[in-house]
């Protein structure tokens, strides 16, 4: 653009006085984070040890403050200048690591830090000196005045807000800084100060060994803290178990050079240095977790250690740390990158950014939490470049690779619910057993006793009482196996009624909105009828219309009688036939959806079918292929021919019944996955990845299976084949 004298104009950027609020208590989220954005600074200034003092903060006086001193390399008033002092500076930017020995990969790279002071107080003293100064640099910065001059409109810009800076004979040390830290936001109670000793723990990876140091002390004279060293806890000695989740490099031979000529003749072997990324099984025929391996993920090689605590040893946990399980946390070339949150007991505003209790991660009944499991992640800038820390600290910026991270660590999680199945399970078995030895064992005693008081009458009054205590402890022990036989039968019921649910919500959904249509066309035919009737000339069109309102009306109710059937409180097995069943199914439960979505239906049941009589769960073969329609449903939902068939036939002693259709179909290699808890291809559709989950829940319990066969439309589509023994028939 150009002025009226031909030359150029332009416009710069300028910041409101306000920007340090934005920066400043209104980006970092919380106390915890503040301390540790500064602490990161330190590390990245090659300290060796750091300490926090809290001085008089458990009220807010003028004496209150908080110092945060280190050993590093200080800061030179031309530091202040060009870096402390300049918004988002690019100087770890240029350079990626500290300067030697330390060699320490730069963990504070936005340059908005040093705004978390002004979460803590409004007052920052700066003391700073490098190795062979003789003078100390003595930097105020007072954000009371930055306020005071943003509420009375002195100053506008927030560049135009001067700092005072002076130097001082005295001598800090060596080499280092101190930010000392007044006019105090809040207060600090015990409770928070040991809150932030726990965080400040968890900054290193347990993992990473630091060579030069990192130590941390802290000091708390209100509070019995003189200068106590804050140490990493052995986090995982009192897990039921822990695991590992590694990566591997592996050389891989892609081809051969050859060089020919007169003289020479040479064979160089040509080979590609790979990566293999470990993931997490669990064994449930050995009981063991096993890795297998996979090629370089998109979000780059992780190593995890998991520790999965049951409930005696959780105890032992709070017992010993006197705090909760604090789930997974990331680590960064051996620093923490994820929220240092304060304590949330609120589910809504827990920063969960894995999403482990917001999912509400289940394998049935058997939740794991953040509160049973403790996980380090350990990536690095150079390996995992796309997972960024989003500027508030409390997640990673959203990309496709940061939701390939996080889905593959919860993919590890699901093996630990396995596990922990397989050992609710087990127990279970195990009380059982024992109650049944025990009441053996009483009765064998009490049998015994009868036998000596029988051969020798003079013994009946010295053994009377204990002859009836004997009874009366196989008496307990018998009502105590019944009363655990049925609480786990209750808990079966409850679970099967559970998955009923979870079954029903899909189905839900849809008729919901298939209802809503055909209300519409109801109405808008009994809008007619109110409009014209009377009339001898519309006598036709009257029956045409009340017949087709009856018949909506009915397809109606049989739709809500199916929904209302989920809510029986005892699922048991009944006689049906299948022919019938699978009819009222498709044509009857769901014809509303199916003519609302112009789903192409079809139904095909041999002769063998037709005559099959079944007694068994009827409402657990409704759930899977309830679930299994609604995945069609869902699949299909761009399609412009929309085609779904069922077959039903018996093969040697079993009954099977193929579901298949032309949607999106199944990724080559996912066939056995989309049986895992939380796998969906229909996200957008609103699929929670739970249908087909349930679907082989069911079928175990039955004694059957389901799986995934060639698609009967492929390239298009999926078919999928439910297989149930029959009993033998004469």
Not at 330 to 354: H, M, Q, S, W
Not at 512 to 524: E, P
């Amino acid at each position: 653009m150009e002025s009226n004298n031909g030359e150029e104009q332009k416009l710069y950027w300028q910041f409101d006085v306000s920007t340090f609020k934005l920066l400043g208590r209104e980006l970092i989220t919380d106390r915890i984070t503040a301390v540790y954005e500064l602490v990161k600074n330190c590390y990245d200034a090659n300290a060796t040890r750091v300490t926090l003092e809290f001085i008089k903060v458990q009220t807010r006086t003028n004496k209150s403050k908080i110092i945060i001193r280190d050993d590093g390399l200080g800061m030179s008033l031309d530091d202040i200048k060009r870096k402390w002092l300049v918004v988002s500076t690019n100087s770890k930017r240029g350079k990626t690591h500290s300067p030697a020995p330390f060699n320490r990969r730069y963990i504070g790279e936005k340059g908005v830090g040093r705004f978390a002071v002004d979460k803590l107080g409004g007052h920052l003293h700066i003391r700073t000196k490098q190795k062979g100064d003789p003078k100390t640099l003595n930097v105020i910065i007072n954000w009371g005045e930055y306020e005071r001059q943003m509420k009375t409109g002195q100053t506008s810009l927030f560049t135009s807000v001067g700092n005072e800076y002076y130097y001082d004979k005295s001598i800090l040390s060596e080499q280092g800084t101190e930010l000392i830290i007044r006019n105090l936001h809040e207060t600090w109670g015990l409770d928070r100060i040991q809150r932030l000793e726990k965080q400040i723990t968890r900054i290193i990876s347990p993992t990473h060994q630091l060579t030069p140091p990192f130590e941390i002390f802290l000091q708390a004279d209100e509070y019995g803290y003189e200068n106590a060293p804050v140490l990493p806890e052995p986090l995982g000695e009192l897990a039921t178990i822990g695991v590992t989740v590694p990566y591997i490099f592996v050389w891989q031979q892609l081809k051969t050079l050859r060089f020919q000529n007169s003289s020479v003749d040479l064979n160089i072997p040509f080979k590609q240095k790979l990566i293999k990324q470990g993931t997490l099984k669990f064994d449930e025929k050995t009981a063991e977790f096993r890795l297998e391996w996979l090629d370089e993920q998109p979000f780059g090689p992780v190593l995890m250690k998991l520790y999965f605590f049951d409930k005696p040893a959780i105890d032992k946990f709070k017992a010993k740390y006197l705090e909760r399980i604090d789930g997974v946390k990331v680590y960064r070339d051996g620093i923490i990158c994820t929220p240092f949150a304060e304590a949330e007991a609120n589910l809504e505003k827990k920063r969960d950014i894995l999403g482990i209790d917001k999912r509400r991660y289940n394998d049935a009944f058997n939740k794991i939490s953040t509160a049973e499991v403790i996980g380090m992640v350990d990536i690095s800038k150079d390996k995992n470049p796309l997972i960024i820390d989003s500027t508030n600290r409390q997640d990673f910026i959203e990309n496709e690779e940061v939701k390939a991270f996080k889905d593959f660590i919860i993919k590890q999680l699901d093996e630990l619910v396995k596990y922990k199945f397989f050992r609710r399970t087990q127990e279970t078995v195990r009380v059982q057993n024992n109650l049944r030895r025990a009441t053996a064992e009483v009765k064998e005693i009490a049998a015994e006793i009868r036998k000596i008081t029988r051969n020798n009458p003079e013994l009946q009054s010295s053994f009377s009482e204990v002859q009836k205590l004997a009874d009366r402890v196989a008496q307990v022990v018998a009502e105590g196996i019944k009363e655990q036989e049925t609480a786990e039968k209750e808990f079966q019921r409850k679970e099967d009624i559970y998955l009923s649910l979870m079954s029903l919500q899909d189905y839900a959904t849809n008729m919901a909105h298939s209802i809503r249509l055909i209300l519409g066309k109801v109405k808008h035919s009994a809008e007619f009828f109110k409009n014209r009737y009377p009339n001898p000339l519309y006598e036709q069109e009257f029956k045409r219309i009340a017949n087709d309102i009856y018949n909506e009306m009915e397809r109606m109710s049989k739709a809500v009688d199916f929904m209302l059937s989920y809510a029986e409180t005892t699922l048991h097995s009944v006689e049906f036939n299948v022919d019938k069943f699978l009819k009222e199914l498709f044509f009857e439960a769901y014809s509303i959806t199916f003519e609302v979505e112009n789903i192409n239906l079809e139904v095909e049941t041999t002769k063998e079918v037709k005559n099959l009589t079944l007694n068994t769960n009827r409402k657990f073969i409704e759930d899977v292929l309830e679930n299994l329609i609604s995945n069609s449903v869902k699949a299909m939902h761009t399609n412009a021919n929309k085609r779904l068939k069922c077959e039903a036939y018996i093969d040697d002693n079993s009954l099977y019944i193929l579901l298949s259709d032309n949607g999106i179909g199944i990724r080559k290699g996912d066939e056995h996955k989309v049986f895992d808890i939380y796998y969906t291809t229909t996200a957008e559709q609103g699929g929670a990845g739970l249908g087909l989950f349930v679907a082989k829940t069911r079928m175990q319990a039955l004694g059957g299976k389901i799986e995934v066969q060639p698609s009967i439309y492929s390239p298009l589509g999926a078919t999928f084949k439910v297989s149930l023994p029959l009993k033998k028939r004469h």
